[in-house]
C-alpha cells in the first residue's frame, strides 16, 4: 500500500492545530483529556489525518489509563508499528499505515484474547457511529 504524501503545509492546512501536533508531530494528549476517553457508542474508529478505518468500538474498553484503548485494530494492515525510544522509555508506536500519522502506543496488559491495549490519541482519531 501506497502511504498518502502530503506535504507539511497540506498537512497543516487540512488538520487541527492538535490534530497536527498529535498526527505530524508525534504529541499526545494529557491523561482524561480527550473528547472519545468515555465514548462507548457502536461504530468505526477512523484516522482523523486521512479517513482510514482503525479500530473498531467493539474492541474498545476502558483500560483507566486515560486513553481511548483498544484490545485489536480493525485490521492488522490498518497499524504500522516502530520502536519508540523517546522520553527515556522503549514502546512500540503505533502509526496509520495509510497516512503514517503518529496515534499512539501498544502495551502487552490488555484483556484477553489479544492481551494487547492500543492506548490511542482521540485527536487521532474520528468515530463515525453506527
Not at 67 to 75: E, K, R, T
Amino acid at each position: 500500500m501506497t502511504k498518502i504524501q502530503k506535504s507539511e503545509q497540506e498537512w497543516r492546512a487540512e488538520l487541527t492545530p492538535e490534530q497536527y501536533r498529535i498526527l505530524r508531530e508525534k504529541g499526545t494528549e494529557a491523561p482524561f483529556s480527550g473528547e472519545y476517553d468515555f465514548t462507548f457508542e457502536p461504530g468505526t474508529y477512523r484516522c482523523a489525518g486521512c479517513g482510514a478505518e482503525l479500530f473498531d468500538s467493539q474492541t474498545k474498553y476502558d483500560s483507566g489509563c486515560g486513553w481511548p484503548a483498544f484490545s485489536a485494530p480493525a485490521a492488522e494492515e490498518a497499524i504500522d508499528a516502530e520502536t519508540d525510544v523517546s522520553h527515556g522509555m522503549v514502546r512500540t508506536e503505533v502509526l496509520c499505515a495509510n497516512c503514517g500519522g503518529h496515534l499512539g502506543h501498544v502495551f502487552p496488559d490488555g484483556p484477553a484474547p489479544t492481551g494487547q491495549r492500543y492506548c490511542i490519541n482521540s485527536a487521532a482519531l474520528k468515530l463515525e457511529e453506527e
